[in-house]
C-alpha cells in the first residue's frame, strides 16, 4: 500500500512541479500551517493549511497537494492522503506542516506496514484501507 501510495504521490508531485518550474509566477508556498491528525476530514485540513495548490482524486482517494519551500531539494510537494473523506496519511517536509499519526514516509524512517486500528490512530476500532494490492 505505501508503496504504491507513494507511487502515486511522486507521479502527482513530479507533474506539478514540472508545471511549476515553467511558471515563473507560481505563487508563494502556503502560509497556513498546524498539525493534521488521522481521521479528519479535507474541510478540515483547508480550514487549517489553505487551499492546496492541486487536488487529485482517484476512486475513493483524493490527494491535496501542498508546497512546502523545499521542492527542488526533496524533489515532491507536500502530500496528504484522504480516503473516503478522512485523511489517512501524509508525505511531509515542510516547516509549518505536521501529522500526528503514523506517516508513510516520515524523514529517515523505511517503510513498514502500518496495521489499521493502532493504538493513537483516530479510528482505534479498526477499519482498513481498501483498493490497494500489497504484494509481499
Do not use: C, K
Not at 69 to 96: I, K
Amino acid at each position: 500500500m505505501q508503496r504504491t501510495l507513494l507511487t502515486v504521490a511522486a507521479a502527482l508531485t513530479l507533474t506539478v512541479s514540472a508545471a511549476a518550474a515553467q511558471d515563473t509566477t507560481a505563487a508563494a508556498p502556503q502560509q497556513g500551517g498546524g498539525a493534521i491528525s488521522p481521521g479528519m476530514t479535507e474541510a478540515q485540513v483547508v480550514a487549517l493549511w489553505g487551499a492546496p495548490i492541486v487536488r487529485r482524486t482517484a476512486g475513493a482517494w483524493t490527494f491535496l497537494l501542498y508546497e512546502n519551500g523545499v521542492e527542488r531539494e526533496v524533489r515532491f510537494m507536500d502530500v496528504v492522503f484522504l480516503q473516503n473523506g478522512q485523511v489517512v496519511d501524509a508525505v511531509l517536509r515542510g516547516a509549518g506542516h505536521a501529522y500526528t499519526g503514523q506517516s508513510s514516509s516520515p524523514p529517515g524512517r523505511v517503510p513498514e506496514y502500518t496495521p489499521p486500528g493502532q493504538p493513537g490512530t483516530a479510528n482505534p476500532g479498526g477499519g482498513s484501507v481498501t483498493g490497494v494490492r500489497i504484494n509481499p
